[in-house]
């Protein structure tokens, strides 16, 4: 075997590497995009980057001084359709997004796979080695972050027993320290019915369960009757 194929077969080895470090990252923790996926996209980057480094070696010689090539448009067009293949981990799920972490591993893995098909291999090395411990420790950091959590949250009340007005409504909410947006109403089944639409907000998600539970116990709050949606 000559002195290139080697060199493009060690850094297809290391792409392989790289992508499968990854990727059982992501397998473990059960991402839709896992072991092979990633393995894949870093081998498949890495090898279209080959063909750029060493395309001098596929033009015959009489036209070597009249063509220009710009190797950086490769891995533009790299970028962009690893672009969609990331989109398609992402799933959102009412107010939660689903699979952005892994969108954006794939990313990394693509340009970990470029780096490497163009023989940089030290900040192929550290990216890969940096794109593990986020993947794999600031997961704990994230915890103990704080973040808020939404909810939507409907009521219905029923009109011949009174109905709460916007403002009780809201006192309601406050008192599991919940706060509201977007709020809308309807009436319903000629007007018998009023319902309350809107998302709620709160630094503990427990206030949520607190709620529910509160609504779930009484048939009446402020002395307006709940009606089961």
């Not at 704080?146 to 916007?166: L, T």
Request: net charge positive.
């Amino acid at each position: 075997m000559q002195g290139d194929e080697l060199l493009i077969l060690s850094r297809l080895l290391l792409a392989l590497l790289a992508g499968g470090i990854i990727g059982i990252e992501r397998a473990y923790h059960g991402r839709e995009a896992g072991f092979r996926t990633h393995t894949l996209v870093c081998v498949s980057s890495s090898l279209l980057m080959l063909l750029m480094a060493f395309q001098w070696q596929l033009m015959p010689i009489e036209f070597i001084e009249t063509i220009r090539t710009d190797p950086t448009r490769m891995a533009q067009g790299i970028m962009t359709g690893i672009g969609f293949l990331g989109a398609g981990v992402i799933i959102k799920e009412g107010l939660s997004v689903r699979g952005l972490t892994t969108a954006a591993s794939i990313w990394m893995t693509a340009s970990i796979g470029i780096v490497i098909g163009l023989g940089f291999y030290f900040p192929a090395a550290m990216a890969t080695i940096i794109t593990v411990s986020i993947l794999s420790f600031f997961r704990m950091f994230e915890k103990w972050l704080p973040s808020q959590k939404y909810a939507k949250f409907s009521i219905n009340f029923y009109r011949k027993e009174g109905s709460m007005d916007q403002e009780s409504l809201l006192h309601l909410l406050g008192q599991f320290n919940l706060k509201a947006f977007d709020l809308s109403y309807t009436l319903r089944d000629k007007g018998s019915y009023i319902r309350y639409e809107m998302f709620i907000m709160s630094k503990d998600k427990n206030n949520f369960n607190e709620l529910a539970q509160r609504l779930l116990q009484i048939e009446t709050v402020h002395g307006f009757k709940i009606i089961p949606s």
